[in-house]
């Protein structure tokens, strides 16, 4: 999948109709229209699988019943005209007891071939059947997770090295894992690139008059590669870049307010003449300039897998209740926006451009239970938990959107 990825718009703020922010600074409207034609698409492949699962499930224990059949009337057969040859004692009746035997062995074991092949041929084409209807569901759901889950924390990880720039992008919240391998443009990616200008003390050895003595240099990182990059939304950081050369290596990691610098392994933070010449403000600009090249750079991004509780939700059929997951927290705006609104029946938001214009979006309840019920039993148990079914309420309205 390419395009550049969605953060939060800087220039529009998003309000309920009496004038208070959105919890989520985003055009919720747009967002939900996503979130229901995703669930109109992947409820009935989720459901195709399920369906082949089952046919495929019973075709192969009738399948091992015949089997079986065949198995236990061989036995017993065996055992009866044992007990019959017994009873007759008579030494002519045995040759016609193994003619049958072994007519009725011939027979069966060529039947139990063909099903058995049959049996495998099933259980081998399953995963085949499955798997064009999983990767449909990444597809679909490739474009719409990677930025249309509230709530969720993400965190980015990308290196550096002969192969370009690799990265990767997890998202959690409430037990659902979403795993993105993304791209950029860049073969190398350089400390000037990444947050512009930086440096970091130093101690070099100087010559003296007498003898080598210690000086603090200041080291220009600009043309430094970033040879690995881990960042969450949470504005954690890990940073290591490296000269051309590979001779010099820096490390800076840490929080918001709190940074620890490195020169290879020795802390540069913790040694108080060092430390002194450490821009802390500039550092703390790092995160910001981190997310504005992922938001401007990034260039490819394809779902990898989704995990629900740490079970992989597309081959376990859980991809339902992942869409549950996310409907709680649409569910929690949706009710707000009937709580603020003026009309009780419509889901309305207020846009309010950089030049103060405001304009209004809605949507309707029985608009999107209408459009949820078309699906199923799970669109209207995802109407129930957005709260647009007026027999279902939303549990609470705790907000887990950060």
């Known amino acids: 999948m390419k395009g550049c990825l969605v953060f939060h718009g800087a220039f529009m703020k998003y309000i309920y109709q009496d004038s208070t922010e959105l919890p989520v600074q985003r055009d919720f409207i747009e967002d939900l229209k996503t979130f229901l ?6 409820i009935p492949l989720e459901n195709s ?22 198995n236990k009337f061989e036995e017993r057969l065996g055992l009866m005209l044992k007990r019959l040859v017994y009873e007759v004692d008579i030494e002519d009746v045995v040759p016609c007891a193994n003619t049958v035997l072994q007519t009725c062995s ?25 798997r064009k209807f999983e990767n449909k569901i990444l597809e679909v759901l490739t474009r719409y997770l990677i930025s249309g889950v509230y709530g969720a ?11 370009g720039i690799i990265g990767k992008m997890e998202g959690s919240v409430s037990g659902l894992q979403y795993h993105y391998k993304i791209g950029f443009a860049e073969e190398s990616l350089t400390v000037e690139k990444l947050v512009g200008n930086l440096s970091l003390p130093s101690w070099i050895h100087a010559a003296g008059i007498l003898r080598k003595e210690e000086k603090i240099k200041m080291q220009d990182l600009s043309e430094f590669i970033v040879s690995s990059l881990e960042y969450d939304n949470q504005k954690n950081i890990r940073l290591i870049v490296e000269s051309k050369k590979a001779n010099k290596k820096f ?27 450490v821009d802390i ?23 990898s897998k989704v995990l629900l509780d740490e079970e992989d939700a597309v081959s376990t059929n859980q991809v339902f209740d992942c869409l549950k997951v ?25 846009i309010e451009e950089a030049d103060g214009t405001r304009t209004e979006k809605y949507l309707s309840r029985a608009e999107i239970y209408a459009q949820l019920a078309e699906v199923g039993s799970e669109g209207v148990e995802i109407a129930g938990i957005l709260g647009v079914d007026s027999r279902a309420q939303v549990k609470d309205r705790t907000y887990l959107i950060v």
Do not use: W
């Open 37 to 42: 034609d995703i669930t109109s698409r992947v």
């Open 49 to 70: 699988i399920i369906e082949i699962k089952c046919e495929h499930k019973k075709a192969l224990r009738e399948l091992k019943n015949r089997i079986n059949g065949m």
């Open 106 to 130: 011939e027979k069966l074991e060529k039947k139990r071939e063909v099903l058995e092949a049959e049996y495998r041929k099933i259980e081998g084409g399953t995963s085949h059947e499955y």
């Open 153 to 163: 924390e993400k965190r980015f990880e990308l290196s550096s090295g002969v192969n």
């Open 251 to 277: 490390r800076i990691e840490g929080e918001e307010g709190r940074y620890f610098v490195y020169e290879d392994d020795k802390e540069i933070t913790a040694d108080k003449e060092l430390s002194t010449f």
């Open 281 to 303: 403000e500039g550092l703390a600009k790092i995160p910001e300039k981190v997310q504005d090249y992922l938001r401007t750079s990034i260039r490819t991004y394809i779902l």
């Open 326 to 350: 996310i409907a709680e927290q649409y569910g929690v705006i949706v009710q707000e926006c009937l709580a603020k609104g003026h009309n009780k029946e419509e889901i309305t938001i207020k």
